[in-house]
């Protein structure tokens, strides 16, 4: 874009130039004495319009006002980055880059991460540092690098985190004696995640190099004031003091029921730093919520916001999303969840909201969607630090709404976006009070372009006037630098690489790689790379997780999926090691895995017990497909959706297998139309004949009832073509 071109966005100082009026290329007069709003008609010269209402903002650098805590964006609440880690570089690097380096993308400067906790919390799942109370490794996942990769990126950059999901022998100790699968979720209010906590913040210290900024309770599970005063004094005597402790980080109507227990409790105000909650772009909060918390001195943060739209609908909402929550609850940190969309397109919430959709790691292909520039309106023209200018905020007469940051030495950004608008209106800022009155750079997004530099906005006499155009977006900004980062070396898209095999052993060292083989995305549970049962040299993949989680959302069993959701006819097979009790098996034509609260999959799988027991089974969901569960947001999918047929599982053929105990068994799932074959070491066992399913990945699972997981090996995966088994 040449931004010297003539034709381009002109813009007058005040009501008081009286130079002559430029036209933009939209052809409606900006700015000027007449506050007027003109349309070049096509046949002669500018017919005149409607004047266009007046808004003013009153500017002054003197008002004072709350501190900003910054704007960005989740990563985790599922396992959001699973297929990002491994892009080739450098599209891996700019990826990262589009998210979080200053003036560049989106130029966030908040993030806050899952604590990963072995359970399902959306899409899938993430390893924990401490699978079991007495194990620790600081290298598994991913997480670990995103935080890195971005603090390197933005040093500045404010660092969040809780938990999701967590291991089940947090709170075990404390369950009374009843059994795994019996326990509430509730458990873990408990010393033991207390201490799961430092631990996790000790590891990104010592190992990583990193200091957290804050710390949740746990994301949209209750609450527990004994809790939050057993993490604060926690954080106070290991060290973390500096961290503060946000909560508690609910959703729907009774989300900030607690505060008032804070306003009678001089140790839970003293244990609890910020007042946080989610979705106040649905529920804002009450004017009593915001004068109590400011009467306690407190901020408060949205730590999960969702703006699930498309195209440009998508950045002009997350600037409407940042700005409500201000102006209407006092709101002085936002993330939206979520940031780089690193998942298969099969799994929910795969395009819908993240910035960059980055589900092919085996092409090195990416897209940036609109909603980046949405971002990038806020976190290219201000930093965590600065003011929200009293006086500089509110809602346009007409539709839309604008924010003020400011700087504290002269330098400021208003950030406005007219979504609502029906029509054109004026802007007018009055400027005073040492804030600077240098030329205003102006960048403006519409559904034709985004982040576009417009030619500069002067100021005279203190006043500088725009006309605003409906369903825009604007940033004015006295700061210089940004830019439209953009990379013009994306690879095209590839499907899926078939015939695929991995024998899981080149990993050379698994810990540069979280212990995560190439493309599988772990649904629930953790499926690593680990030594191999039989002595042999190398690595093989298992299911390590050894009692169920204390999961955010209803569980199944663990598995992992891989592959590409179009294919049909195929065959899936596995080596499998199964220790007394285990079972495993090989998953095909997966083509659901849950609507982001509970992951139970739609498709067929392959199962084998320790003991030779085979099953072949058709798995159709959750039980009920029509139950309400989740959220208010997943009840109304629930409630929207079509439902024909009964869900849970539907066992279409089992058989004994003579099987070796200590011993690797091939097991293979042949898909051919409508016929399904199951074979043990090569020999078919299991068959039968059902269409509920035509397409669908590929996976690996381990059981799992109430009280044990199943935690067998896994090596020589191949998915291929369907071949006759007498070859």
Known sequence: MNHGDPASLQLHSSAHDLSPPLYSRRGYLLGGGALAAYIIGPFSGAVAATAAPLNVAKLNGSAGGKRFDGIGVVNGGGATSVLLKDYPEPQRSQI?????????????????????GDGNSTQGSMPSHMHTRDDLDYNRGYTWWVLKEAKKRNPKLSLDATAWSAPGWIGAGESNGRPTGQRNNSEFWSQDAVDYYIKWLEGLRSVHGLELDAIGCRNEKGSSISFAKALKAALNSRHFDKVKLHAFD???????????????????????????????????????????????????????????????????SIVNCFNRNFIESGVTKIVNWYDIGGVYPLEPYSEDPPAVLAWEPWSGHYKVREAIWGYAHYGQFSEVGWTYLDGGSGKLDKGGTY???????????????????????????????????????????????????????NVKDGRATLTLEPGTIYTLSTTRGQRRGEFDDIPSSKPFPFPYSDDFSSYTNPAESGYLPRFT????????????????????????????????????????????????????????????????????RINHVGTGYGSIPKGYYLELHHTGECRLIAIRGKKDPKELVGDAEQRKLIAAGKFEGEGGELILDKAKAPIRSNSWVRLTLRMEGKNLTGLVDGKSVLS?????????????????????????????LRLETTRDPAR
């Open 688 to 716: 039968a004949t059902n269409r509920l399913y035509s397409t669908g990945m590929a996976g690996l699972l381990a059981g799992q009832d109430d009280n044990r997981t199943s935690t067998p090996y896994f090596a020589g």
């Open 521 to 588: 995305a772990d649904i629930l549970g953790a499926f690593e790379l680990s030594k191999r049962p039989d002595g042999k040299p190398g690595t093989c993949l298992r299911q390590v997780v050894p009692t169920p989680t204390l999961s955010w959302a209803p569980e199944w069993q663990p598995y992992t999926i891989i592959g590409d959701s179009n294919w049909s006819d195929y065959e899936v097979s596995a080596d499998v090691w199964l220790q007394p009790g285990d079972t495993a098996g090989v998953m095909g």
């Open 96 to 116: 990262m880059d589009l998210l979080y380096r200053p003036k560049f993308g989106a130029s966030v400067s908040a993030l806050l991460v899952e604590i990963p």
């Open 403 to 457: 924010v003020t940051l400011a700087s504290g030495d002269g330098d400021f950004s208003v950030v406005l976006e007219t979504r609502e608008a029906k029509a054109r209106q004026i802007f007018r800022l009055e400027i005073a009070g040492g804030l600077s009155t240098a030329p205003l750079s102006v960048w403006r997004s519409d559904a034709t372009e985004q982040f576009v530099r417009q030619s500069d906005l």
């Open 250 to 316: 609910n959703w729907g109507p009774d989300k900030l029921n607690f505060v008032p227990a804070m306003l009678k409790d001089k140790e839970l105000r003293d244990a609890i730093d910020v007042v946080s909650a989610h979705t106040f772009s649905e529920i804002p909060a009450s004017a009593a919520i915001v004068e109590a918390a400011r009467r306690m001195g407190k901020p408060i943060w949205n730590t999960e916001d969702h703006v699930y739209k498309k195209g440009f609908d998508c950045a002009i």
